[in-house]
């Protein structure tokens, strides 16, 4: 079977975690066992007025049920359409799809950097992570949200176990500001042997964080997120500026980069 | 008996009339991963330039009502790189092989094909006279019916093997450019090109695309490909390459039924990349339950009113 075959999948699971943010699960699911973090899957809402799939990220993924998880924000009309998915509804899915993160070599600390819906694919990570064996504090995931309500599923990162850092840009919930903020006054304050930073959130997030990290000579990765139709490399739409000049597919050589590769 | 699906053009044989749509399939490298190209009649690479482009900056593309606008701005490796790095690829896979060609000038067209007629293994060039996301050449030939027939003359005297003139859409009649392409020697048209569109953002108050504008596709475009398809099987005696919104094998059959020897599968790829096989395995099954022996059977045979 092709890796580019789509399925059609049952939602097993509805969870409406704020106003504008939910989660749905998928499954079961053939290509389970292929996800990493970091890749995403392309779905199709069949039966509805949308055209074009729609590139979701991973937020997990239980392997025992052949089930994966989405969780995403409203933000147009397909998204709006997902959000009122109910149990036994279907979708049409394609993937896993994209570069995954590099894992972190066992003695580097972990700084992540989520900004609202740039949560899903950095809980995959830490998950795994955690589950394969690594000491959860040697990650301190950063967590921003414009409000209180942005910062979903505290329960569960607090869970795993990892060094949990909420962020709201009004203060209403965790520290107040930006998340890159923290993340800066945080290093200021503690000295953090070999860091890696994970960045996914907002393009203005992800620019703050890209320049932090080149500022401080910090290695990692940043995951983008773009208008995407094909999602397999084809059709050029979802291209975005390299710094060294040209151009890169969100979708194919990325949607993960290194820092510092593309000129956000 | 399975039905035949051959198709010939040009003198060309086809192992089905299936092909992809420029710009939709790159240079098949991506789509060889989701099924063997031999599955297809012909792949058609997107436009290849004398120099390489860039494109526009993103964003490039916006969804639209069944379809999609883009103004990617023919971004491609040019002819020296396609040369080198991406035919052969395609040298290696058992279908036919179109280049599209794309230019800024009548010189530029020339000189592509000029290098292309040196690749034995590209069977056909089509000529993308028609592309509304460039500021120059592209549509602007292709909307003259002068400039079409002297483009397609300058370019019959270097390539030796079959040419197809691609068509746009805007203009007042097809049939009048197509008529041209012919006059000016092509061995085919294709038809048609993306729609001239925009799309606004009512947050911002910006078009979605950078360029401003951009081409129409997808099912949205579907009726008016079928009606200028019909428009230039009436007047022209070329075989004719239909191209709109083809999605499912009842779309293959309405495109042949109005006149089309084969048809170009497009958008339809980015929502299922294994379009073509799926729309295949379809047609088989149309033709059986139609118990036609070929598919060639449908071209022309729409019984008008």
Known sequence: ?264 | MKPDLRVTIAGMEFANPLMTASGCCGYGEELAEVFPLSRLGALVTKSITLKPRLGHPPPRTAETASGMLNAIGLANVGIDAFITDKLPFLEKQKTRVIVNVAGSSASEYIEVCRRLNDCPRVDMVELNVSCPNVDEGGIEIGTDPLQTEKIVADVRKVFKRPIIAKMTPNVTDVGIVARAAEAGGADAISLINTLTGTSIDVNTWRPRLTYNRGGLSGPAIKPVALAMVDRVYNCTRLPLIGIGGITTADDVVEFMLVGATAVQIGTALFVQPDAPVRIAKDLTAYLREKKLHSVTELIGKVRKY
């Not at chain 1, 359409?81 to 899915?93: A, F, N, P, R, T």
């Not at chain 1, 003695?107 to 795994?128: D, I, K, M």
């Not at chain 1, 569960?156 to 890159?180: A, C, E, W, Y």
């Open chain 1, 1 to 264: 079977m092709s890796k580019y075959s789509s399925e059609r999948v049952p939602v097993s699971r509805v969870r409406h975690l704020s106003p504008n943010y939910h989660s749905l699960k998928l499954g079961p699911w053939s290509r389970i066992n292929e996800c990493r973090p970091g890749q995403f899957v392309h779905l199709g809402l069949p039966d509805s007025e949308i055209y074009f799939r729609r590139a979701m990220s991973i937020a997990a993924v239980d392997t025992g049920s052949g089930q994966i998880e989405i969780i995403f924000k409203v933000f147009g009309r397909g998204t709006r359409i997902l959000s009122g998915y109910h149990k036994g509804d279907v979708v049409d899915v394609l993937g896993p799809l994209g570069v995954p993160f590099t894992p972190p070599r066992q003695n580097e600390t972990c700084l992540f950097v989520a900004g609202g819906v740039g949560f899903p694919p950095l809980f995959y990570l830490a998950s795994r992570l955690v589950a394969r064996g690594r000491d959860p504090e040697t990650i301190e995931f950063f967590y921003g949200g414009r409000t209180s309500g942005e910062v979903v599923e505290r329960q569960r990162i607090r869970q795993l176990g990892v060094r949990f850092h909420p962020v709201t840009d009004d203060g209403s919930f965790g520290s107040k500001g930006l998340v890159t903020e923290a993340v800066e006054k945080y290093l200021d304050g503690h000295p953090v042997k070999r860091p890696r930073m994970y960045a996914c959130g907002p393009d203005g997030m992800l620019k703050a964080a890209d320049d932090l990290a080149r500022k401080l000579g910090i290695p990692g990765e940043v995951s983008l997120e773009a208008p995407m139709p094909c999602g397999f490399g084809v059709c050029l739409g979802c291209v975005v500026p390299l710094r060294a000049g040209g151009h890169a597919r969100v979708c194919k050589e990325g949607p993960v980069f290194q820092i510092g590769e593309v000129l956000l």
